[in-house]
């Protein structure tokens, strides 16, 4: 078994996980998955989150609204997240996820939604010295301009170049690869030049598996190895390296 495996990003509430949720956090645990983060997206993943983490030590709540809901969302609907990610922090570990997807929205006005929800969220992390969790696909770039004068930033399930890779690690922030590394050459030539010490691993679970099915935390197993050989170091060294370096961003 593994030692000091985080994983750094997962929607443990979320409903494909309803019909066997304890069991998927118990082989978590048997697979050496110590700690885990489970991140909120809009009101009601934000309150599902809290409860997870309040009915389980090892797991973490970050407070999100993620840039799909940035871009539907009613004014009214923005606003109450806002408000609850402020009135809930406390419980939390950090702000996010939260950012720029311009994948999915290719509407100019639905953009600019996102950049002005993205930059109230970052106003909040600001303004509680919180971590944040970025969502940014296919604008990494403007994502990293917005917040690079926070102290505490993860690019979460980061799959942007090597070359924005390397400014925002050079500046101090850390990069989350996602079980994507099993089967994309692009993240695995990522995973070779992200440097050791701003390094994280996450499932995003239930999306994004190695394996046939559903994603769960589990499987973070399969990347760690699939790391490690790319780096040409040790199952070990890839988790403890990556664990403490989540501790460290979050304050664990």
């Known amino acids: 078994m593994l030692q000091e495996i985080i994983d750094s990003h997962c929607h443990l509430d979320f409903p494909k996980f309803n ?7 118990e082989r978590a645990r048997h697979a050496g ?19 997870l983490a309040n009915e389980y ?18 004014k009214e609907e923005i606003e109450g997240i806002l408000s609850q990610i402020e009135q809930h922090i406390e419980m939390a570990i950090s702000v996010g996820e939260a950012g720029l997807d311009y994948y999915h929205c290719r ?72 079980t994507l590394v099993c089967f994309s050459k692009h993240h695995q030539s990522l995973a070779k030049y992200i440097p050791s010490d701003r390094l994280l691993i996450e499932t995003d679970s239930p999306y994004l598996s190695p394996r046939k099915g559903r994603n769960e935390p589990a499987l973070l197993v ?31």
């Open 222 to 252: 399969d990347a760690v190895t699939v790391i490690a050989k790319l780096r040409g170091i040790k199952d070990s060294e890839v988790a403890r390296m990556t664990a403490e370096n989540t501790r460290q961003v979050f304050g664990l």
């Open 57 to 74: 030590g090892h797991i973490h709540a970050t407070l999100g609204l993620g840039p799909g809901v940035a871009t539907s969302g009613s």
């Open 107 to 178: 509407t100019d006005s639905g953009r600019a939604r996102q950049l002005v929800v993205f930059k109230k969220v970052i106003e909040i992390a600001e303004t509680t010295d919180s971590a944040i969790v970025i969502h940014a696909r296919d604008a990494e770039e403007e994502a990293f301009k917005l917040v690079q004068h926070l102290d505490r930033v993860v690019f979460h399930c980061y799959s942007g170049s090597l070359e924005t890779m390397k400014i925002i690690t050079d500046a101090g922030h850390y990069v989350s690869l996602a």
């Open 19 to 25: 019909r066997d949720r304890q069991e998927a956090i």
């Open 33 to 51: 998955v110590v700690e885990i983060i489970n991140s909120g997206v809009n009101q009601k993943t934000n309150l599902s989150t809290l409860e």
